[in-house]
């Protein structure tokens, strides 16, 4: 059965903090990493996505990706109250399916 | 660019009832993903849809059934619906060459009663 494993939270931070959000995985061919970012009461929105181990920038978000641990971050800098929401976990290897972990919510208070 | 549209986006059922959910993808979509998603259990993958050929099913049973059209549009069934059908169901649309990079719709909320 692959899993994939996050900690529910929430994690609170202070705004312009940096949150750090956690994941790892059981199958360990896994190839692509993603983190999907969704707003209480909307869908699920992609916000990264890595496939190598090391480190993959974009704005204020930054996920790192370490294969051999099988895990899997996303950094976010200068946390802002409209990052609040919860923060998604997602591994696959080819064409199968999309494995979500069931999530982070994280808090970022003013 | 229009988004992936789902109808209805509410609905209320009872037991032992059928219900039809419709999801047209983006333009150029030929993937299409349905997840449920529960407070519980998260998002848990039903089947996906590549030109009109199931293409991976996950683990749910026989009463949850899809199909995909010429034209990328899908639908998925429930037949003999029970209270634990109760969640989101998600629709998703990916391009051929990014399969994990799943644009969402705004989901249809089952409520079995």
């Known amino acids: 059965q692959k899993e994939v494993e996050q900690n529910s939270g929430p994690l609170s931070v202070p705004e312009g903090a940096i949150a750090s959000l956690n994941c790892t995985y059981s199958?360990?061919?896994?190839?692509?990493f993603f983190w999907y970012r969704q707003y209480s009461g909307k869908s699920p929105e992609l916000i990264m996505s890595?496939?190598?181990?090391g480190d993959k920038e974009d704005g204020r978000f930054t996920a790192q990706l370490n294969k051999a641990s099988q895990y899997v971050s996303l950094l976010i800098r200068d946390s802002q109250p409209s990052d609040s929401a919860t923060y998604l976990c997602?591994?696959?290897?080819?064409?199968?399916?999309?494995?979500f972990g069931k999530g982070t919510r994280l808090s970022v208070i003013a | 660019k229009a988004g992936v549209t789902q109808t209805p986006r509410y609905l209320i059922k009872t037991r032992g009832q059928q219900v039809t959910l419709s999801c047209s993808p983006i333009?150029?979509?030929?993937?299409v993903s349905w997840y449920q998603q529960t407070p519980g259990q998260g998002l848990q993958f039903l089947f996906e849809?590549?030109?009109?050929?199931?293409?991976n099913k996950g683990n749910f049973p026989g009463r949850f059934s899809g199909r995909q059209f010429s034209n990328s549009r899908s639908e998925m069934n429930v037949s003999t619906l029970e209270l634990g059908d109760s969640a989101l169901y998600l629709c998703?649309?990916?391009?051929?060459?990014?399969?994990?990079?799943?644009?969402f719709g705004e989901g249809s909320r089952l409520t079995v009663l």
């Open positions: 333009s150029g979509h030929r993937s």
């Open positions: 849809y590549f030109s009109e050929t199931q293409r």
């Open positions: 199958d360990r061919v896994s190839q692509s």
């Open positions: 890595i496939y190598s181990n």
């Open positions: 998703a649309s990916s391009f051929e060459g990014a399969p994990g990079e799943l644009f």
């Open positions: 997602a591994v696959t290897r080819g064409n199968t399916p999309l494995v």
